[in-house]
């Protein structure tokens, strides 16, 4: 119940396309989710964070939509760009900073 | 510009040797993690710290790991004895709120 399941895996994109990354929950206690990015020797960076009050929240190219109900949420990238290669994490945490994370995804977007 | 610092960034060990990790928050954070990430496991929460005390350690092998924070502006996680299996790389992370900011991590080699 603790899970956090991503899908896919690895994700190769052209240039100007959109990009989906769908993650699902069990733990109805969760009430953060955040994204992360993380580039090849870095370290995870938080991209975008939603709460379940909201079905939608977007910052520049990146949106995240969440379906309560279903307890499912996605990233959106718009007009993905060579930039956005890397990994990408869901994860989900239920006011104890004790986030999980989902497995990851590789993007990769070409030029 | 504030960050999470880790040192050392790499660490090449014999098996059974003690190894250290240090890790200074970002100034005014109040909670710090550690994470390991592993090809297999992703990533793992290790322990975490509110006001340097210790919230939960459920995540780290009791009988090696030992995760302690001295002051406000270091946090340590010592492997004693280290095995070819704690082989990954170790982030830690520092918070005020829901949002973690990730270090670079120490990339750990058991050999």
């Known amino acids: 119940q603790q899970q956090v399941k991503q899908s896919p895996q690895s994700l190769i994109v052209q240039k100007g396309g959109i990009s989906i990354i769908n993650c699902a929950y069990e733990n109805t206690a969760f009430d953060y989710f955040p994204w992360y990015q993380q580039f090849p020797g870095k370290g995870p960076a938080l991209l975008i964070a939603?709460?379940?009050?909201?079905s939608e929240k977007k910052e520049g190219r990146f949106t995240i939509s969440f379906n309560k109900s279903a307890k499912q949420f996605s990233l959106h990238i718009m007009d993905s760009q060579p930039g956005d290669s890397a990994t990408y994490f869901c994860?989900?945490?239920?006011?104890?900073?004790?986030?999980?994370f989902g497995t990851g995804t590789r993007l990769k977007v070409l030029a | 510009d504030a960050r999470v610092t880790q040192t050392p960034r790499d660490k090449v060990t014999e098996m059974g040797q003690e190894v250290t990790m240090r890790c200074q928050p970002i100034l005014g954070h109040n909670t710090v993690f550690w994470y390991r990430q592993t090809m297999m496991q992703g990533l793992e929460l290790l322990a975490y710290?509110?006001?340097?005390?210790?919230?939960?350690d459920s995540g780290m092998p009791k009988d090696r790991f030992s995760a302690e924070m001295p002051d406000a502006t270091l946090a340590t996680l010592k492997i004693q004895p280290s095995e070819p299996r704690d082989s990954a790389v170790y982030f830690c992370?520092?918070?005020?709120?829901?949002?973690?900011?990730f270090g670079q991590g120490t990339r750990l080699t058991v050999v």
């Open positions: 710290f509110r006001n340097r005390a210790p919230l939960d």
């Open positions: 992370a520092s918070g005020l709120g829901t949002e973690a900011f």
């Open positions: 939603i709460r379940p009050d909201v």
């Open positions: 994860a989900a945490s239920s006011g104890t900073y004790k986030y999980i």
